[in-house]
Every structure is written in C-alpha cells, then in structure tokens.
C-alpha cells in the first residue's frame, strides 16, 4: 500500500501546485511505471478482463495515446519499473489476504442470475491479475513503440531518486506516487491531464515547512503512518480511523520515529508487533535501497554507511548480471524473486481455480517443473544457491508449501543441463547474428543432435539449447535429447500444422499436449461445473465444450467495443489453466537465461566482459523470441463457442448470426482469424491422438467452420 493517507493530507494542505504541460518540453520524465500503469488499468477497467481473462483490451491503446501526448508535448519518458520485492520476516507466505476471489464468485453468481451489468461492477472490482501480470505486457508494448522503460532491482522509488540525483541528469522530473518523497527527491509530478495539458505537482520543501518537520523526519512520520515496508504504528489507531497528522504531531513531539517507538513502548500493540524492528527494518530499507548505478554496478545508496547486513533487510544478494537482465526485460521478477526469497507463491488465477483439476496442475505438474527448473537454478549459479531451500506456497493451501529444492545434488541430466547451458554462453556472448528463431518442430527432430553440439562451445547457439531445456523441462525431451512420448505427440501435432501457421500456433499446440497429457483438455466437465448462459444444446454439448476449450488456446486480436456474446466460466477456467502452462514455461525460459548469463563463471564473465552489448541483446533476442508473454483469455473460445452452438440449433447463416450478436465487440477479420486458427489447431489435436472424441468433434463441427472459412 503507499504511504497512508498522505494524499489526503496534502490535499487538506492544498500543497499541490498546476503547471502546463508545455514548461516541461525538452524534458526527461522519470516516470514510476507502477503507479503509472496503476491509473491507466482505473480508466480502462470494464468488468470483461476478469470474466473473460487477460488485460483489458483498452489497455494497449491507452498506453500508446500517452506515449503519443508526451512525444507531442516534447517529453521524453523513462519508465521505471519495480524489481523484486524486499524481504519478509513476518513468516507469511501470503503479504496480505487476496479478497479478488470473493468478489469474482459474487460477480459470478450475479451474472448466473441475469444481472449481467451488476456483475460487470463486480468484476471490474476483482482485476483478473496483480499489476506484477501485467507489467510485462506493458513492457512489450513500450518495446514495439520505441520508449525508454527499464526495471529497477528492487523499488522503483529508489532507482528514480538516483537517477533524478546524478549528475549525469539522465533524467529530469520525476512522475509518481508521494511515497517517492522519503528518497532524495524535492518535488514530484503526481498527475497529468491530457484535457487540460496541464500537471500537478508537490514541492518537498513545502511539506516540510508546513508540517514543521526535517527531511529526516519526513522519511520518520512515513513509516510510522504506515506504507509497503512498515505497518503503521499501532499507537496511532484509534477507534475512529487513522489521520497522517497523528503521525505528524507524533514525529513532531518525539523528534524521531524511533524516540516515538521507546516512549510508547508499553502500548499492547507496539509489543505485540516488535514494531522497533519492522520500523529499524523499514528505515534501512529506505536508506540504504539497492539500485542500478549508471556504470552498471548494483549497490545502496549511501554505500559508505551501509550495514554490513543489508542482504537481510533488502533480499539475498543475486549474481550482477541477473540485475541486468531484469533491468533490460529480458526477465522477469518472479523466478530471481524465488532465488532471493526461497518461496515462489501461486496465486487464485480468474475462475478462482476451484476445481480439482486445476489444484493438480499446480501441485503435480508445475511443482515437478519447477523442480528441474531449481535444480537447474540452484545448481548453476553457485555454492550459496545449491545449497537454498525454495517451497511453492498456493493460495488455497497457504501453510502446506510444496518443496522444490532443498540442497539435495541435482541429478544426472540437471547437473549436465547446467553445465552446458554456461558453455553455451560463452559462445552466445561473442555471436553477433542474433538469435535464430528455433522451431519447436526442428527442435523435437534434432534434439539428439543438438545436445551433442550443446557439449561444444564453440558451435553451440543460446537460443537452441534455451530452446532444448525449455523442452526437456516440460517433459517433451528426454535428457540424450531423443523425444518423449509426449514429445512424439506434439510433433504429430506441429507437423499437422498449416505452413503459414506452423511458428504463429507451436505454442498453443504445445499447450494442448501438455493439458491433454494432464487429462484436461476432453470434452467431459471437470469436478466443478459452472453453468453457462448458452442456448441448451440436444446433442453435441461434449463436442462444443472440447472445441470452444482448445480455441481458447488462440488468441482474438481486435475488440473495439463491449463483449456482447455470452461469458463461461467453465472457459475461463480452462483459460486459466492454458496460462499457467504458459507462466511455467516463460520461468523455465527466464531460469536458462539466469544460467546461460549469471552462471558461467569465469569463462562466461570474461566472455561478457568482451562483448557486454551483444551479450545483453542476445539474452533479449532470445527470451523475445519465445511466445511466452502473450496474454492468456478466454475471448476465441467464447466466439467458437457461440458459432458452434448457433450452428447446432440453427444451421446455415450461423456465423452471420454470431458476427451480428458480437456486432461492435468483436473485429470481423481478427474473429475470421481467430476461428481459422482453431480449427488448425483441432486438426493438430486430432494428429497428437492424445485427446478422446478430437476426431468426432472434428467431423461434427466441420460444416459449422466451413462456413466460416469458405470452405
């Protein structure tokens, strides 16, 4: 949470201050990618995201309308993103109750009762994904229109006040929360509006004067009122809320946060928190914050005062060039966040991940993933990580953690995954072509050739054996590299495949054989039925439901205006689970990467050393090239859904009548699209011979898509 109501204060105080937009032309704008994105997701919430999945489809074109308002004010934005968060010692998987789930299952029970636009209000309350989700779509939409974005190593806050304070000037205005007031910062951009091109800003010095307090006061009445770091201290609540000028005169009064804890120290809450060490705790952190130096170095800030145990206030120290990916996006937090934490945290996906089947796919399959992925991890980066304990804590069984790695030797097949992965980079860091786009099909049929060549630094490319691993983590490779017999399946299905559509669909084809391998992907209804608002079907409904399922694996492009065809909940839980096969696999992509960059020791470092710039790009070549970030929904499904029923009750014209009903929600061509790429992706189900009544479904809806296609 940001700090607790300084807002409100400052609006009381009347401290914010309105400029035009004009006074900052010419202008580097560090701008807090968090909160940023924080008030763009408030205006592009419509309710569908959480029942259909995914982003909301507004939110592209909202993130390239404000990148075109400050090219045309002369601004130059810098987006800083937050990294990894900082260390917990409460001893809670969880930082805090999720309550999105409740208002999802009320928001669901509205819409089964015809209240459809209640239950929009509802949804657009429980946003489907935390805004960590989403962050990297933004990214890769920054990326594709040229904007200046990075990741900070751990806040946001911090990495901006340092580079607001250099000298360099690498930027100069800051656009963000009023928590960046405890760093270094002496005004902050807090709003911008496009109408009236005009911002809003609050001058530190101001604030200051008028709550009678120093700079170092000020960081002090923050953590007492309470923010991300530090609980607010439990002296200042009352029966009748929480005022920041309690925290104020507090300040004020003892003339330190510290002072104020020893003073009141018999209170039953102050003893009862040992708030003096969350709030010691919350200071350093504030302080001495880790950050990425412009010379490339990652250390605190006021270095020369630091404590000497930083590494248990901020998080375990992670190897310099896993800063360095997460600062270009070539990864994400959550894998680092695992290394650094020893816990990674599976969270309520849309459908709130009711059933059965969907818990087994957490704590069966995943789990054993992700426990090749650490061991691969763990064994690659170092005597302090081969030794580290890491448990999957999930939502519905917070306490009861799975572990995946425990200090135990890696296997035989790890052990060697993670040395040739290092050797791989050596070669990778010295190649200048760029990453090779690698076939899952090309792959799967060389693989044995390919783990020879891997063993050789010399002729071994980054984005093959990236590749390989990522195979051979899912279960689709064996370790001598010769396919699994679920490898035998999905190369069935990828030559099965349209030529035009063969990279465009690998992944959902692969998607496919990992769900029906996990007996997901069928026509049968899972252990919790949801009841949709479809037409009743007299026949077919098995067919409808395993056809409607595996579009859902493609995705619908444009969706101008509101979603008009009807909602299921039972796709949006498949959906759900295609997400998380897909959230796997981009982990195990950011683990190789981790090893490939961070853990090749000497060799590698030298390597880097040499060609530091090739090395960073080959790493964002490859990981880019891997489809893995596409945002998950349930939208294709939906439309195939109403085509194959509508076709079912009505026969001919059916696709006529669907394109009417969606008429305005749904783009004509990227639905034609969409429908095209499921049927290609059936005829790919059906060639894995893995899925009961593919072929069946196949036959009965083809008249359905022949329509559709022309065919």
Not at 419 to 425: G, S
Not at 563 to 580: E, G, M, Q, V
Request: charged residues 15%; proline residues 4%; hydrophobic residues 50%.
């Amino acid at each position: 949470m940001p700090i607790r109501n300084i807002d409100v204060y400052v609006r009381e105080l009347r401290l914010a201050q309105e400029a035009r937009i004009g006074t900052l032309a010419d202008t580097r704008l560090g701008i807090e990618g968090s909160n940023w994105l924080r008030q763009l997701l408030a205006g592009a919430r419509d309710g569908e995201a959480a029942a259909i999945g995914g982003v909301p489809p507004a939110l592209e074109a909202e993130i390239v309308k404000e990148l075109q308002f400050f090219r045309a004010s002369g601004i130059t934005p810098v987006f800083v993103f937050s990294g990894l968060p900082i260390a917990r010692r409460d001893g809670r998987a969880f930082a805090k109750e999720d309550h999105r789930p409740a208002y999802r299952q009320a928001a669901w029970e509205q819409y089964q009762q015809g209240h459809t636009e209640q239950a929009l209000r509802g949804w657009g309350a429980s946003a489907p994904q935390t805004l960590a989700d989403v962050v990297p779509f933004a990214m890769q939409v920054l990326a594709a229109h040229g904007a200046e974005f990075m990741r900070a190593p751990y806040s946001s806050w911090a990495q901006l006040a340092y580079l607001y304070r250099h000298e360099a000037q690498p930027i100069h205005a800051v656009y963000s929360s009023l928590d960046i007031l405890m760093f270094d910062v002496d005004r902050v951009i807090t709003s911008i509006s496009h109408a009236r091109s005009t911002f809003a800003y609050v001058v530190r010095d101001h604030l200051l004067s008028r709550c009678g307090v120093s700079a170092e006061q000020l960081v002090d009445m923050c953590l007492l009122a309470g923010c991300d770091w530090c609980p607010t201290f439990p002296a200042l609540l009352s029966d009748i809320g929480f005022s920041f000028k309690s925290a104020v005169d507090v300040t004020r009064q003892y003339r330190s946060g510290f002072s104020a804890i020893q003073a009141m120290g018999d209170h039953a809450g102050v003893r009862a928190a040992n708030y003096s060490d969350s709030f010691l705790r919350a200071y350093c952190a504030v302080r001495y914050h880790i950050v990425l130096h412009l010379d490339g170095t990652v250390a605190p800030l006021n270095a020369e005062l630091a404590p000497n145990d930083l590494h248990d206030i901020i998080g375990y120290r992670l190897p310099r060039a896993a800063y360095h990916l997460l600062a270009r996006g070539a990864i994400h937090p959550p894998v680092a966040s695992m290394l650094a934490s020893g816990a990674w945290l599976e969270f309520a996906p849309a459908d709130n991940g009711e059933s059965d089947e969907y818990r087994r796919l957490v704590t069966q399959w995943q789990s054993s993933v992700f426990c090749r992925q650490c061991s691969l991890l763990c064994a690659g980066l170092g005597a302090f990580f081969r030794q580290r304990k890491i448990v999957l804590h999930a939502w519905f069984s917070p306490q009861a953690g799975t572990v995946l790695h425990d200090g135990a030797p890696a296997g035989r097949a790890t052990a060697a995954a993670a040395a040739v992965l290092p050797r791989a980079a050596a070669a990778a860091a010295v190649t200048a072509d760029g990453a090779r786009e690698v076939s899952l099909a090309r792959t799967l049929e060389q693989g044995a050739a390919l783990v020879a060549a891997a063993s050789d630094a010399a002729t071994s490319d980054a984005a093959t054996v990236l590749q390989l691993w990522l195979l051979q983590s899912l279960g689709f490779v064996a370790a001598d590299g010769q396919p699994t017999q679920l490898g035998a399946a999905l190369g069935a299905g990828l030559r099965a495949l349209p030529g035009d559509a063969a990279e465009r669909l690998q992944w959902a084809v692969a998607v496919a054989a990992v769900l029906a391998d996990q007996g997901l992907l069928a026509g049968t209804q899972w252990s919790v039925a949801y009841e949709d608002r479809q037409p009743k079907q007299s026949d077919g409904q098995q067919h409808t439901r395993l056809i409607a399922r595996i579009a859902t694996l493609v995705p619908l492009g444009e969706r101008p205006g509101p979603w008009r065809l009807p909602f299921s909940r039972d796709l949006l839980a498949f959906s759900s689970a295609a997400k998380l096969v897909l959230k796997t696999a981009a982990s195990c992509a950011d683990a190789a990467l981790l090893v490939l960059h961070a853990g090749g020791g000497a060799a590698a470092a030298a390597a880097a050393a040499a060609a530091e710039h090739t090395h960073m790009a080959r790493a964002l070549a490859v990981r880019s090239a891997l489809p893995l970030e596409c945002t998950t929904n349930a939208a294709a499904g939906l439309l195939v859904q109403a085509l194959v029923v509508e076709h079912a009750r009505g026969g001919a014209g059916s696709w006529a009548r669907v394109c009417k009903q969606a008429s305005g929600g749904i783009g004509i061509g990227s639905a034609r699209q969409a429908a095209g790429d499921a049927w290609s992706v059936l005829g790919a189900v059906r060639a894995m011979g893995t899925v009961p009544g593919a072929d069946a479904a196949h036959d009965w809806a083809r008249t359905a898509f022949d329509e559709v296609l022309g065919g």
